[in-house]
């Protein structure tokens, strides 16, 4: 019973429950990259960046680690390729969905992404907005292309054709493309087994697997063909 003269004690208000924020790992070599989309990721009232990682071995152990609901990775790392990371987190984590954010062609690699386990694939050029709105949809369950991709890959289904090839880069397995773009930034061979961890013998079979598609006649033919193909990709 209240005794005269006291205030009643107001009744404690109930606890809010808030969702808690959607975790996001950045997987990218580009510190400078990372850092911007940490800042326009970390102002979303639903999303936050868990962490950053700059190559496959440090991303693979943050996602043991921080757990996070969705990974943005790119095709290009520091010492590794995202596309290999990419099949390795979908065997191990088969239901996390991740996003491929690359300056890499999306005709040359959207299809490879996804084929890999990815959900959607950007490019580095799309305004920051727009990585947002494809975080939500991979985040969703649902495929992130750009419009021209969309209408590229639906044409093949409609008209019942396989996948046209508008470049004979696109005959390429992933590794043989990977092989590829090492042999164009000037690595040679006993330098690209070690970044892959292959043998120098599995190289030398790709690179003749290579120039083979190619039509290209030797190896001196197949370095400056690498290394005009990457400059170009650098430049667009």
């Given at each position: ?9 107001p009744?404690?208000?109930p606890?809010?429950?808030?969702k ?11 510190p400078?990259l ?5 800042q326009l ?7 936050m ?12 152990e943050?996602?043991?680690?921080l757990?996070?609901d ?18 390795n ?16 062609d ?16 950007i ?12 975080i939500r949809q ?21 008209f ?11 005959k390429?397995?992933?590794?043989e ?6 042999i ?12 892959l961890?292959?043998?120098?013998r ?17 190896a001196?033919?197949?370095?400056q ?9 650098e430049?667009?």
């Amino acid at each position: 019973m209240q005794g005269p003269g006291k205030t009643p004690t107001p009744p404690t208000p109930p606890a809010v429950n808030r969702k808690p924020k959607t975790k996001v790992l950045l997987v990218d070599d580009h510190p400078v990259l990372r850092r911007g989309l940490s800042q326009l990721i970390n102002q979303e009232s639903d999303m936050m960046v868990c962490g950053e990682a700059e190559d496959a071995p440090k991303a693979f152990e943050a996602v043991g680690q921080l757990e996070p609901d969705v990974v943005v990775v790119d095709v290009s790392l520091k010492g590794s390729n995202g596309i290999e990371l990419l099949k390795n987190l979908k065997a191990r984590y088969p239901n996390l969905p991740v996003l491929v954010l690359s300056m890499h062609d999306e005709s040359l690699y959207a299809e490879r992404a996804l084929r890999a386990g990815g959900l959607g694939y950007i490019m580095k050029d799309e305004a920051f907005e727009q990585v947002l709105v494809a975080i939500r949809q991979v985040l969703k369950g649902d495929i992130f292309l750009s419009e021209k991709m969309k209408s590229r890959m639906l044409q093949q289904v409609a008209f019942g054709k396989g996948k046209v090839v508008n470049s004979p880069i696109e005959k390429l397995t992933d590794r043989e493309l990977e092989v590829f773009r090492l042999i164009g930034q000037g690595h040679g061979t006993r330098q690209i087994a070690e970044e892959l961890h292959l043998s120098v013998r599995t190289v030398e079979a790709y690179r003749e697997y290579i120039k083979e598609k190619l039509n290209l006649k030797n190896a001196t033919e197949l370095v400056q063909h690498a290394f005009h193909w990457v400059h170009h990709q650098e430049a667009a």
